[in-house]
């Protein structure tokens, strides 16, 4: 009953103009570089399991609760720490002393905790 209207008019249609926002943009002609995005997919077709995992890795929660980790790497290197930031071809990883370290994604062959690999998040 509170919707109802209480007085009914006998009248001519009234029309109200609204203009329309515009979601266009106008295109420029300056040259962009290529967005990090398709970089970042490049990336992911490479290897996209690698890829997602160190992503969760290293959000905070991760990063507390997964540690220290062990990156074994291609060459037989064993190296242990967190991952501080990712980029589309590396991962920059803190190791127990505090030194941060540069690795390509490729060279990191399986990431071990609790001395088992570390499960697939998907």
């Not at 103009?17 to 490479?46: D, G």
């Not at 291609?74 to 071809?89: A, N, R, S, T």
């Amino acid at each position: 009953m509170e919707n109802d209207p209480l007085l009914f008019v006998q009248g001519p249609p009234v029309y109200r103009h609204i203009p329309k926002v515009s979601y266009w943009q106008e295109e420029s002609t300056s040259i962009f570089p290529e967005p990090v995005q398709k970089a970042v997919e490049k990336t992911v077709e490479k290897d996209p399991i690698m890829w997602n995992r160190l992503r969760f890795l290293k959000t905070d929660f991760a990063k507390h609760v997964y540690k220290p980790l062990c990156f074994h790497l291609q060459d037989g290197e064993k190296v242990y720490g967190v991952v501080e930031d990712l980029h589309p071809d590396s991962v920059h990883i803190k190791q127990t002393d505090g030194e941060i370290t540069a690795f390509e994604i490729q060279d990191i062959q399986e990431i071990w905790w609790r001395g088992k690999i570390l499960p697939t998040r998907l």
